[in-house]
């Protein structure tokens, strides 16, 4: 009996919740089974009720929902599958998440809090034995997890994009729209042998950071103690950026702006103009995570972009509809071999070869 038969008769189950029913037969077609048989609705009281229509015992369980619009429901979908798989005595629960929903709060700000962990805590709690993702927004969130967490990444099909669908691709330079977005770029840039531009320069205060008490002076009444006061605590000394610029030279070349979501455009579209005001001829924009939140694509609709290529770990159908800029890479291929390897116990170590630790 070949491997892709001892899937579908037994041991291996397929589940998907409604955040990306498309991905999922993507997923199930490419491992030779078919999904499992659950119905996950939003009942007229709002709540989420789950039912497995098949027996769980004893099976190897993955469950394949992302991050979408409808984000809470779709974290509620995938708690109560899990709890519902374990206490059907399930014998391990894998989440295949390839957008992992609040992976943008991962770091205090603020009197925020860290969301990230709390809902790597809520996982785990539900069930959860492994977690499979995709270009996490902070690779530390995976020691937010107390489960073993398998960070994919969408570059490779990326970069087969820009060398099969870009003409005169050797004419392009790599663009990181923001210092912290450098180091994916220059990964991009040394497997294509490019050039590599940073674009740097002063962002405005928001609004929220001049309210949020952090520029206010002490209170009159404050308790010193004797021998100190609050006048002899150093001051911070403020940031003062240089006015926005492009480092490296991008006139006459292909701009190809890469980083790792698009959620809201506003920055991609001001630095597509800085980017053009430079002398780039084309601009295009790579990101593995398509969020495109809001007004997005219609933005992105008026701006220079010419194209923007994100994969297919979200839905964004609709949004496609109101930019015909948008293009889709299938990364199921990798979402498929990672189910496969961690069900027949082989190395997760092809999926991440010549990808260094700063990738």
Partial sequence: MNKKNAMARGGLLV?????????????????????????????????????????VRGKDVFIIQTGTKDVNNAIMELLIMSYACKTSSARSI????????????????????????????????????????????????QGFFDVPVDNLRASPFLLQYIQENIPDWRNAVIVAKNPGSATRATSFAERLRLGLAVIHGEEKESESEKLDGRHSPPPSHARTYPG????????????????????????????II????????????AAADVLKGRGAYKIYVLATHGLLSADAPKKIEESCID?????????????????????????????????????????????????????
């Avoid at 603020?110 to 690779?139: E, N, P, Q, Y």
């Avoid at 006048?231 to 911070?236: A, K």
């Fill in 307 to 359: 194209e923007v290529v994100v994969t297919n770990t979200v839905q964004h159908d609709l949004q496609k509809l109101q930019c015909g800029k948008i293009r889709t890479v299938d990364i199921s291929p990798a979402l498929g071999e990672a189910v496969r390897r961690i069900f027949y116990g082989e190395s997760m170590s092809y999926l991440f070869h010549n990808i260094s630790q700063d990738d």
């Fill in 94 to 141: 894998v989440g295949v998440i390839p957008y992992l929903p609040y992976c943008k709060q991962s770091q205090m700000r603020k009197r925020g809090s860290i969301v990230a962990k709390l809902f790597a805590t809520m996982l785990c709690k539900a069930g959860i034995d492994h977690v499979i993702t995709m270009d996490l927004h902070h690779k530390e969130i």
């Fill in 258 to 269: 890469v980083d790792d979501m698009i959620d809201e455009a506003e920055s991609f579209v």
């Fill in 15 to 55: 589940f998907s919740g409604n955040s990306h029913p498309e991905l999922a037969n993507l997923v199930t077609s490419r491992l030779g089974v078919d999904l499992g048989k659950v119905e996950v609705h939003l009942q007229d009281n709002k709540e989420t009720k789950v039912q497995v229509g098949e027996s």
């Fill in 228 to 255: 100190h006061s609050l006048e002899m605590l150093p001051l911070f000394t403020p940031k003062e950026k240089p006015p926005i610029n492009v480092v490296g030279d991008v006139g006459g070349r292909i701009a």
